[in-house]
């Protein structure tokens, strides 16, 4: 079974089913991405697999465990981190502060995981002193991104991380969270920009109307012609 194995997963907020048997699994160091078109279910379904939302059929299991009924702050204590697309900062706190706020289910010494963070992004130590509110775009999504590596995640779910930012600064981003998944993290994410994403992702999986249209690996949907017509615009 999968580091993470989210199976049959219908549901959505309590009016009509937005996901429909849906299925996503994930392996350490691996980096899997949810692309399809807007209003596919891609963030219902991340949403899901963190308990943001109610699936009245289907499992969530992360490292053999059935977390289904847990709450999204019992599933960060076993082992997931979340980085919503919007609002995931501290504006009025600096860079630094918002790293430790992100250690606050951490009883040990998290200075070793501050290093580690800031090895990964020197973008993010370089900016530590500043107020995050301050940064750029792409800074900001590193200083989240950072904020959720300080618990310790084993799974790090990013939604949409690239939204709103430029082409240079989208592949910074994403040779980060190459970083980020060598470290033996595995990665979930939604994103809009589907080819660049299909690029690095080690499984890809395109949603439709909230169901899988298209599971493989990065390269063989980049490869189908198919999905290239109907999904990356040729």
Same mark, same amino acid.
């Given at each position: 079974?999968?580091?993470?194995?989210?199976?049959?997963?219908?549901?959505?907020?309590?009016?009509?089913?937005?996901?429909?048997?849906?299925?996503?699994?994930?392996?350490?160091?691996?980096?899997?991405?949810? =692309?399809?078109?807007?209003?596919?279910?891609?963030?219902?379904?991340?949403?899901?697999?963190?308990?943001?939302?109610?699936?009245?059929?289907?499992? =969530?299991?992360?490292?053999?465990?059935?977390?289904?009924?847990?709450?999204?702050?019992?599933? =960060?204590?076993?082992?997931?981190?979340?980085?919503?697309?919007?609002?995931?900062?501290?504006?009025?706190?600096?860079? @630094?502060?918002?790293?430790?706020?992100?250690?606050?289910?951490?009883?040990?010494?998290?200075?070793?995981?501050? @290093?580690?963070?800031?090895?990964?992004?020197?973008?993010?130590?370089?900016?530590?002193?500043?107020?995050?509110?301050?940064?750029?775009?792409?800074?900001?999504?590193?200083?989240?991104?950072?904020?959720?590596?300080?618990?310790?995640?084993?799974?790090?779910?990013?939604?949409?991380?690239?939204?709103?930012?430029?082409?240079?600064?989208?592949?910074?981003?994403?040779?980060?969270?190459?970083?980020?998944?060598?470290?033996?993290?595995? =990665?979930?994410?939604?994103?809009?920009?589907?080819?660049?994403?299909?690029?690095?992702?080690?499984?890809?999986?395109?949603?439709v109307q909230g169901t899988n249209a298209y599971t493989d690996t990065g390269a063989a949907l980049l490869a189908n012609p198919e999905v290239r017509r109907t999904f990356l615009g040729g």
């Amino acid at each position: 079974m999968s580091y993470l194995s989210a199976t049959h997963m219908t549901g959505g907020y309590g009016g009509a089913d937005i996901l429909h048997d849906c299925e996503l699994s994930v392996e350490k160091g691996e980096i899997a991405v949810i =692309v399809g078109p807007n209003g596919a279910g891609k963030s219902t379904a991340m949403k899901a697999v963190f308990g943001m939302l109610n699936i009245h059929t289907g499992s =969530v299991v992360l490292d053999g465990e059935d977390i289904t009924k847990l709450s999204p702050q019992e599933r =960060v204590y076993k082992g997931m981190g979340f980085v919503p697309q919007t609002s995931n900062i501290f504006p009025t706190m600096s860079v @630094e502060e918002n790293l430790e706020m992100g250690a606050f289910i951490r009883t040990d010494d998290y200075k070793t995981t501050l @290093e580690q963070v800031y090895e990964i992004f020197p973008a993010v130590y370089d900016k530590r002193h500043q107020n995050a509110g301050e940064l750029s775009g792409g800074q900001r999504q590193q200083v989240a991104v950072s904020r959720a590596l300080m618990t310790q995640p084993k799974l790090l779910m990013l939604d949409e991380p690239t939204a709103g930012v430029s082409p240079i600064v989208m592949d910074e981003l994403f040779d980060r969270i190459i970083e980020v998944a060598k470290t033996g993290i595995a =990665v979930l994410m939604v994103e809009q920009n589907a080819r660049q994403a299909l690029d690095i992702a080690d499984k890809g999986y395109v949603l439709v109307q909230g169901t899988n249209a298209y599971t493989d690996t990065g390269a063989a949907l980049l490869a189908n012609p198919e999905v290239r017509r109907t999904f990356l615009g040729g």
